[in-house]
């Protein structure tokens, strides 16, 4: 049956092609237009002049179709519609003979089953239904198996000739049948997480009920207590008022207050509710004194269902619970007297040096309280910023930071507590600030001043820079980052390269199945792993721009449309399974120390560094550098450029704070977690007291995904990439010339008129990293084109190329 298939010159198969289009649209018309009073082969008497849109050769061609097949005669048509397809592209028929008899199978089919019921002769009664040939097999079927099984035998007959003669696979029901039921699965799993959610909600309450109820009795003894010792003392007689959050920001300070009745603005704490046995203590303390809340831990608040995510999880793949973590530590309440006492103090060392004003408000943080100093009138600003040595002096502090409180005409003075609060990074996993966020890379940084929880998302950074000296936090802000990304994306989502040249930190994570490649402790490696994720970047672009989106959340919603889109049944196998047409995961880099990578190979690190930070924030590739030596050499004008988004631990001189905010002040940081956050698209800085977590709960989190998924290394990241010159190209092509494989694929794809992966998997076997390098090198030979989004490679050889080229060398 090779007579039905293309010949291997192009333009000869177009023209045949051309030639059945036509033919297949001359039966149409003559079909649709034919009329029994048009002269025929069995019509003796009538009209001369034809009715027929296609004339006199029409009539008799409809007449004899209609007679003989019925209404299996428009079969004809579509059959040489899907030849012409065939031939006009130049696609060699798989299969041939058994098409032909799946077409005569539908003929017999289509006429048999129009036949086997009632008699029906439409137009005017001049033709059966099924045809002189439906009549025949009609009367003989239903004399063998009776009207019902003959009406089977015809049905499955029907099914049979379409499966023939297409393209169709039964695999393909099953990837049909694959995406309703995996939101059946989704659906039974949200449902059993919701009701869980409402177990773990009610056992909270209850356990909230009995925390207030313990902290009310205990709050009235206390409250007793107090007051018979204020009743003795006259100077504790004034009223402390304790500011509330809603009254803070309703309050408009007039003039600098005396230090016992500051308000005290605690954002975190609440007071409880007082049970009746308290109420008579309390309302006897009330006219005279205002007792400091008690701390309590907050209410977690049940997250609400949101829509899902742009990228759907995989369902195999389950999010680690927090539970993993250590237990969040109970705050440390504050001492209203002490903080007014400090008040005082700043008071008086102001006016030793003629600074006249007062503090007007005071905020207790987790590490530091912010006290809001009102200068009077004529005192500048820079006059109070020159005086923090003398204020850690007087108040015989670590270290002080002060600094301007936007919308208010205060100055925010920085004291270190001399209680210190652990921010856990359970804490902050657990908030509504991480839960509510939609992007798969929400990193948690702590608490602020104030004791706001921040997070940020390294999309919107798009990059980050962290800069501190030992010891200041800096390790251990990367460990959360990390453990941020395990609890918020699986490894389909996000896929991560880890850059340890100190050998230290990054070990805990090798074998995490997020992992792109293995966590590379050699310098040279490193730098073979940036120069190829430009490379990916490159490639990621590429595909971009053929699918015609801008970032990489268009360009997975567009694929994922592609995919779950019904095909027909006489597309082909590739068409089904376009080139490269798969959701891309987003890729982290994160090194821990830049400059061991600087010193070994500064040329090519900066290069892969700069290009990756200017372009491949579109495609999904974000980059996090660290470094404990922020100089000049290591954070060059090139890369500090292209990071808006800095980060600054401790740092031992105002030059290295310098080097990476452009202003000074790291260098009064406490350490332990304290830095400076500068936000992109932002100048003012961001005081925020990092989460810790330690090396058990790292172990416990990551034994959880280990046990779901073993990680799929790419070892090619490792790998020195391809040079630029001539030489290095040349062997290249040379090894992967001599790929086994590669003269078979450059046949078939010459035979096959087009090039992909899927087609040089399915014929050779190939697997699919092995079949891309191999349409690579078609390329740089010139064989084959570019990639075209979705549609296969164009083949620019002849097809009788290869055997010229094989005479040729005998």
């Known amino acids: 049956m090779k007579i039905l298939g293309p010949t291997r010159f192009e333009r000869l198969n177009e023209a045949a092609g051309l030639v059945f289009l036509f033919a297949g649209l001359f039966f149409t018309l003559s079909l649709i237009s034919y009329h029994p009073q048009d002269p025929s082969w069995n019509s003796i008497a009538g009209s001369a002049h034809a009715r027929n849109l296609t004339g006199i050769a029409g009539s008799y061609t409809a007449d004899l179709c209609l007679q003989l097949l019925g209404f299996g005669a428009f079969a004809i048509p579509v059959l040489l519609w899907m030849l012409a397809w065939k031939w006009i592209r130049s696609e060699e028929i798989e299969g041939a003979t058994i098409k032909v008899l799946g077409a005569g199978l539908l003929f017999f089919s289509i006429s048999a089953g129009l036949s086997i019921g009632p008699a029906w002769r439409p137009g005017s009664g001049a ?115 304790i500011m509330e959050p809603a009254q803070q920001e309703q309050m408009r300070v007039e003039a600098p207050a005396e230090v016992a009745e500051i308000p005290i603005h605690a954002l975190e704490y609440e007071a409880p509710e007082p049970q009746e046995a308290a109420a008579a203590a309390v309302a006897a303390a009330a006219e005279t004194f205002t007792a400091p809340p008690v701390p309590r831990e907050p209410r977690r608040v049940r997250e609400p269902r949101r829509p899902a995510p742009e990228m759907a999880q995989h369902p195999e793949y389950r999010l680690p619970s927090t539970e993993l973590l250590n237990e969040v530590p109970a705050r440390n309440p504050y001492d209203s007297v002490e903080l007014k006492e400090i008040a005082g103090r700043i008071k008086a060392k102001f006016e030793e040096f003629n600074v006249h004003g007062g503090v007007v408000q005071i905020n207790p943080g987790p590490v530091v309280t912010t006290f809001e100093f009102k200068p009077e009138a004529g005192i500048k600003y820079t006059r109070i910023t020159t005086l923090t040595e003398d204020l850690c002096l007087g108040l015989q502090a670590e270290s002080i930071l002060i600094e301007r409180i936007p919308g208010k005409p205060t100055v925010g003075i920085e004291v270190p507590n001399t209680r210190r609060e652990l921010i856990s990074l359970r804490q902050i996993l657990e908030s509504d600030e991480f839960k509510d966020s939609h992007s798969r890379l929400t990193i948690c940084l702590g608490k602020d001043i104030s004791g706001r929880i921040k997070v940020a998302a390294l999309e919107s950074m798009p990059h980050l820079l962290i800069a501190g000296s030992t010891g200041a936090g800096k390790s251990v802000m990367l460990n959360s980052m990390i453990m941020s990304i395990l609890h918020k994306a699986t490894p389909e989502e996000v896929r991560m390269i880890l850059v340890d040249p100190k050998r230290l930190e990054m070990g805990l994570y090798e074998g995490v199945p997020h992992l792109l490649t293995p966590v590379i402790t050699d310098a040279k490696k490193a730098t073979n792993a940036l120069r190829n994720a430009v490379l990916e970047m490159e490639r990621r672009l590429k595909l971009l721009a053929a699918q015609g989106v801008r970032n990489i959340d268009q360009y997975n919603k567009k694929v994922r449309q592609l995919l779950n889109e ?39 690190v900066e290069e892969a560094v700069t290009r990756l930070a200017q372009m491949a924030r579109a495609v999904g590739m974000h980059l996090v550098l660290a470094t404990q030596r922020p100089s000049v050499d290591v954070i060059t004008g090139l890369i500090k450029a292209n990071f808006p988004s800095r980060i600054s631990f401790r740092v031992a001189t105002r030059v290295d704070s310098r080097t990476v905010l452009d202003v000074m002040g790291a260098e009064h940081l406490l350490g332990k977690g304290d830095m400076l956050f500068l936000p992109p698209g932002s100048s003012r800085l961001i005081r925020v007291h990092g989460a810790f977590v330690t090396e058990a709960e790292i172990n416990r989190v990551v034994e959880f995904w280990k046990g779901q998924a073993r990680p799929d290394y790419d070892q090619t990241f490792l790998m020195p990439p391809p040079s630029d010159n001539d030489e290095d190209v040349e062997g290249a092509e040379f090894e992967g010339a001599d790929d086994p494989a590669y003269t078979d694929a450059v046949r078939v794809v010459l035979e096959m008129g087009k090039a992909s992966t899927s087609t040089l998997q399915r014929r050779l076997r190939l697997g699919y990293g092995r079949a891309a390098r191999i349409l690579d090198m078609m390329q740089r030979e010139g064989i084959i084109g570019p990639p075209d989004g979705s549609k296969p490679r164009e083949v620019l050889k002849r097809p009788d190329w290869l055997e010229e080229v094989e005479n040729q060398l005998r």
């Not at 099953?174 to 989704?186: E, F």
């Not at 313990?214 to 007689?237: L, P, T, Y």
């Not at 027909?568 to 061991?596: G, K, T």
């Open 127 to 241: 033709f059966s239904a099924g045809g002189m040939l439906g009549i025949v097999l009609a009367d003989f079927l239903r004399a063998s198996l009776n009207v019902t099984g003959a009406a089977l035998l015809t049905f499955v007959s029907l099914i049979l000739s379409l499966y023939l003669i297409s393209t169709f696979s039964m695999s393909i029901v099953a990837r049909w049948l694959a995406v309703p039921m995996n939101y059946v699965v989704h659906a039974r799993v949200c449902w059993d997480e919701w009701r869980e959610q409402r177990r773990q909600a009610a056992l909270e309450r209850a356990q909230l009920r009995a925390e207030r109820r313990a902290a009310a009795e205990q709050e009235a003894r206390r409250v007793a207590a107090e007051q018979a010792a204020i009743e003795g003392d006259e100077m504790r007689s004034a009223q402390i008022p």
């Open 566 to 604: 019904p095909r027909s049944l006489f597309e082909d196998e590739d068409e089904l399974a376009p080139e490269d047409l798969r959701p891309l995961p987003y890729i982290l880099i994160v090194i821990d120390e830049l400059a061991d990578l600087m010193m070994v190979e500064r040329g090519n």
